[in-house]
């Protein structure tokens, strides 16, 4: 059995290879993505967010005359340890709670802090009673660091899905699958061979651009590598399985492109590849966490972000391995060879 | 010799059609065993069945009297009438990785002097000619040494020097001792090749045996031929079996010195006249209609 999945999976890598073409667009798109929004964005949001602690999801502006503002977003938050530890970072320029002891915090090595503090005071100096302040130390995380999991992770989900859905649907449709077919080789170990072909190729690209994007950009890890590297190796597993599902049966590559599509833009969008989803409704965050590349963003950035252990991540690990298995057992009973 | 390949009452109903009729035949080991007939008669679908590749709609299939299974699949060596290989492979790798999927395998050298590919080893699959590409496809079908092997219309497309290179290869398989099943539409190669033919029709095979025996019993004698435009008057008078296919008369006959003075006054330039012995292709077109369809 493994000597006949060896023998595809060596085919299979030499293929993708070999085609230069596919195989440096693999390459160049998460490094032209890097390095583009490093620069085009600098580093720094462009919005004043200021975090509103209290219970209600809805901010009443008549509490304080702050909250009038227009030129900066507010955004309500119950999690303190969580807003907190975003003002330390300077994802939130300031943390604000109304209430029978007003009291903010901020960062004092923040810029933007200093300017929006400014108005919360000027604002206030009519509105008694005087606000309580506190203050949080921590270095910035500029969106470079916080988007690096998200470019690599859709680069990982675009190569792994349309890297093996599309190949399997072009064997299919030109014969080859069925060549196979007429050999011992069982459904499972032509899976298992796309599978760990895709996965090495994928984590080697991965690899390669993480390492010299942390070099050149000088990214944020607070965690352990190895950690990171296993998250992104058993998310790729679960983004190859899934790709493997849905060209399980299909026959045309204009369907199987339509339906990649049809999973990838809405794992795209919804698993915060290039922006954060706390503000959205919990219907778009349970959905979120249907997708495999939603527990491999939260999981890297927790790693690379805030330094969270194995343990910490472990849920998630388990939550995409058996995603990966669903979609494996799924693939190798509905798995077609012929077009019949 | 024991019976390699049997099948019996097989059936393929798609929707509207009935691609395959309860078709039956048994083939002994060691020979090679044609099945012939026009587009659309369910050849190829009877013998993807017999691989496993197109489940019937019911039948079955026997394999040296065991229903097809794994051994059937070490055993067999099948070339298909359309495969892709992978692109960016070259053909030894290609060879490679098809022998490394059995358990028996051929002696890879073996393989490659047997296909004449020594030259072609290292060119890249896309770059090979329609005959370098059936040889490399006829040695992917015999890297697990097989017993049985399946040729599905190998010659295709190929130009004439091509297909007689792979009649050399396949008469050499032949003489190896391999069982052969060879599905073609040309009756040329059917006659050099095959020991013995079905002709189907329609989903069914409409007649079976060795061409000699199956041209001796439907033709007694030679066929004299003439355009259709030498004819002058009408040839009822003449006693043999008389037909006219794509501008030509054709005349079989048991005494050509009869038949010619019994023709000469009907036919206005003698010089035009050819004796000859019947063929495969005549009585594939006798059997089949008489036209080759599209």
């Known amino acids: 059995m493994f000597g006949r999945i060896y023998a595809i999976f060596k085919g299979r890598n030499r293929e993708f290879l070999r085609d230069r073409a596919s195989f440096a667009w693999n390459m160049l798109l998460p490094i032209v993505l890097m390095f583009g929004l490093s620069f085009a964005l600098g580093g720094d949001r462009d919005a004043y967010t200021v975090g509103v602690l209290q219970d209600d999801d809805v901010i009443v502006a008549a509490q304080h005359p702050f909250l009038d503002r227009r030129d900066i977003k507010f955004v309500a938050t119950r999690d303190k340890e969580d807003a907190l530890s975003k003002v330390a970072r300077h994802q939130l320029d300031l943390l604000v709670e109304f209430g029978d002891t007003p009291r903010y915090w901020v960062n004092p090595d923040s810029a933007k802090g200093h300017f929006v503090e400014l108005a919360l005071l000027q604002a206030g100096s009519t509105a008694p009673p005087t606000i309580q302040k506190e203050q949080i130390a921590g270095d910035p995380i500029r969106y470079v660091d916080w988007v690096l999991p998200g470019i690599l992770g859709m680069n990982m989900m675009f190569s792994c899905m349309f890297g093996v859905g599309y190949v399997v649907v072009r064997y299919r449709k030109n014969g080859f699958l069925k060549r196979l077919s007429a050999t011992p080789l069982t459904s499972f170990e032509f899976i298992a061979a796309q599978v760990a072909s895709r996965m090495v190729l994928i984590m080697a690209i991965t690899v390669f651009v993480y390492t010299g994007t942390h070099l050149f950009l000088d990214t944020r890890m607070e965690g352990s590598f190895f950690t990171l590297f296993l998250v992104a190796l058993v998310g790729a597993i679960s983004m190859v399985s899934l790709g493997l599902v849905i060209s399980a049966r299909v026959t045309s590559e204009e369907l199987a492109g339509g339906l990649l599509n049809l999973v990838n833009w809405p794992m795209m969008l919804l698993s915060g590849v290039w922006f954060s989803l706390e503000g959205a409704g919990d219907f778009v965050q349970n959905l979120a966490k249907l997708f495999p590349l939603t527990h491999v963003l939260n999981s890297a950035r927790a790693v690379m972000l805030d330094g969270a252990t194995l343990l910490d991540v472990a849920p998630s690990l388990v939550a995409l391995t058996v995603l990966s298995a669903t979609f494996i057992g799924i693939g190798a009973r509905v798995f077609r060879w012929g077009q019949y | ?294």
């Open chain 2, 1 to 294: 010799m024991p019976t390699v390949l049997e099948a019996r009452n097989l059936t393929k109903q798609y929707p509207g059609v009935r691609a395959v009729d309860g078709l039956s035949f048994a083939m002994p080991e060691g020979i090679c065993f044609g099945l012939l007939g026009p587009n659309g008669a369910g050849k190829t679908t009877t013998v993807e069945i017999i691989e496993g590749v197109t489940p019937a709609t019911s039948g079955e299939v026997f394999y040296f009297g065991e229903p097809v299974g794994p051994k059937f699949q070490q055993e067999a060596g099948i070339q298909f009438q359309n495969t892709a290989l992978q692109d960016f492979l070259t053909v030894r790798e290609t060879i490679e990785m098809f022998r490394s999927l059995y358990e028996r395998k051929a002696d890879f050298d073996k393989l490659v002097e047997q296909c004449s590919l020594h030259d072609l080893l290292d060119r890249d699959n896309r770059k090979l000619s329609g005959g370098q590409r059936q040889r490399l496809l006829l040695a992917v079908a015999l890297v697990n040494r097989p017993r049985l092997i399946f040729l599905d219309e190998p010659t295709t497309g190929l130009d004439p020097q091509a297909r007689r290179n792979f009649w050399d290869l396949v008469q050499n398989l032949r003489t190896q001792g391999a069982s052969i099943v060879l599905t073609t539409h040309y009756m040329d190669e059917a006659q050099v090749l095959c020991d013995e033919i079905a002709i189907m029709d329609a989903g069914k095979i409409v007649t079976q045996g060795s061409p000699d025996a199956l041209l001796r019993e439907r033709y007694k004698g030679l066929i004299i031929e003439f355009p259709v435009t030498d004819v002058t008057g009408a040839l009822d008078d003449i006693e043999h079996t008389v037909y006219e296919n794509l501008g030509i008369v054709e005349v079989i006959t048991s005494d050509v010195s009869a038949s010619l003075q019994q023709l000469s006054p009907h036919v206005q330039n003698l010089n035009h006249i050819k004796i000859r012995q019947p063929n495969l292709e005549d009585l594939f077109l006798d059997l089949t209609g008489h036209t080759l369809r599209a």
